[in-house]
């Protein structure tokens, strides 16, 4: 019997769901939770608000599948929920503020060396230096207002056009331009504010 509702499409598990079918809601969950755990990993360094994140987002879709009428994919609705639910919980937390080079490990601090004497390189000469590069970039992100770090999620890591962006927050095309320069431009000044001071430090040891 579960295996059959595999067989139907996400409209008729929406409809099965609003008529209080749980069978049909696994189903729902099941197919997209990898999905909507990835999206909200993008905002979550921690696992338990991953988890948070994404119950909070299939309760919500438990209630608002009523709205649900298939002019978009079950996935895309999904996704807009994830991405304001997210939104939500990173303007609930209390981020830090700034990153510092106090807070930095050792390859942190040497990757960011290295692109103080080569600031001129686009890219990272071997894969190690990547995954330091991207870790970085995430930690920097986390000190981001929510605003800016849910735009350059959206845009830079899954790639959503000014239009998509629009689609998933409600915001105006307009919004989501000035959203992603301010964003843009608070990311490289953190990154800039790290270089120099790690320019600084390596002075002051010599």
């Not at 994830?82 to 390859?107: F, G, H, I, Y």
Request: net charge neutral; glycine share 2%.
């Amino acid at each position: 019997m579960l295996n059959s509702y595999k067989e139907l499409s996400d409209l008729e598990l929406a409809r099965r769901s609003t008529d209080q079918d749980e069978a049909a809601f696994a189903e729902i969950v099941r197919r997209y939770s990898p999905r909507v755990f990835s999206f909200a990993s993008r905002f979550f360094r921690q696992r338990s608000l991953v988890e948070e994140a994404a119950q909070e987002v299939f309760l919500k879709a438990f209630l608002q599948l009523k709205n649900y009428e298939g002019r978009g994919s079950l996935e895309g609705w999904l996704t807009r929920i994830t991405t304001t639910t997210c939104l939500n919980l990173l303007r609930n937390a209390r981020n830090k503020l700034e990153l510092t080079v106090s807070d930095l490990n050792d390859s942190e601090i040497n990757w960011l060396d290295s692109r103080a004497v080569f600031a001129a390189e686009e890219k990272q000469s071997t894969e190690e230096e990547r995954a330091i590069a991207a870790d970085l970039v995430n930690r920097v992100l986390d000190t981001l207002p929510p605003d800016d770090r849910l735009v350059l999620i959206l845009m830079e890591t899954e790639g959503a056009s000014i239009k998509e962006v629009a689609e998933m927050t409600g915001w105006s095309e307009s919004k989501v331009k000035v959203q992603a320069f301010r964003a843009r431009r608070r990311m490289r000044e953190s990154v800039e504010k790290l270089l120099n001071k790690t320019t600084v430090s390596e002075k002051v040891k010599k």
